[in-house]
């Protein structure tokens, strides 16, 4: 099963900008579909930007789009999260995850079989 570890969290102003990293390791073939899903207190776990590694294809919630950029260094198996111009509704616990196989819609939580340990993102006004 593949191994996920996030980074990159923190404190950050309304407006300004953050960078996430998600570090996997303990798999033979990179999984098809690694990104990051957040949750915050009291709300259910939501699929923020996915991509597929084996082409170019990437999901993004509506809420994010314009201001996120999902990447990936396949070379150094890792998957980053650019954030900018956050405000306080990004405020969460930032989760990687990975799956090797399709399905229906990338952003949902429920198709994904491997998961970090998370990464806080506190937005401040």
């Known amino acids: 099963q593949v191994q996920l570890v996030e980074s990159g969290g923190g404190s950050v102003q309304a407006g300004g900008s953050l960078t996430l990293s998600c570090a996997a390791s303990?798999?033979?073939?990179?999984?098809?579909?690694m990104g990051w899903f957040r949750q915050a207190p009291g709300k259910e776990r939501e699929g923020v930007a996915i991509?597929?590694?084996?082409?170019?294809?990437?999901w993004y919630a509506d809420s994010v789009k314009g201001r996120f950029t999902i990447s990936q260094d396949n070379a150094n198996n890792t998957v980053y999260l650019q954030m900018k111009r956050v405000n306080l509704e990004d405020t969460a616990m930032y989760y990687c995850?990975?799956?090797?196989?399709?399905?229906?819609?990338?952003?949902?939580?429920?198709?994904?079989?491997?998961w970090g340990q998370g990464t806080q993102v506190t937005v401040s006004s």
């Open positions: 303990g798999y033979t073939y990179r999984p098809k579909y």
């Open positions: 995850a990975a799956n090797g196989d399709g399905m229906d819609n990338p952003l949902s939580p429920i198709y994904y079989n491997s």
């Open positions: 991509t597929y590694t084996y082409g170019n294809a990437i």
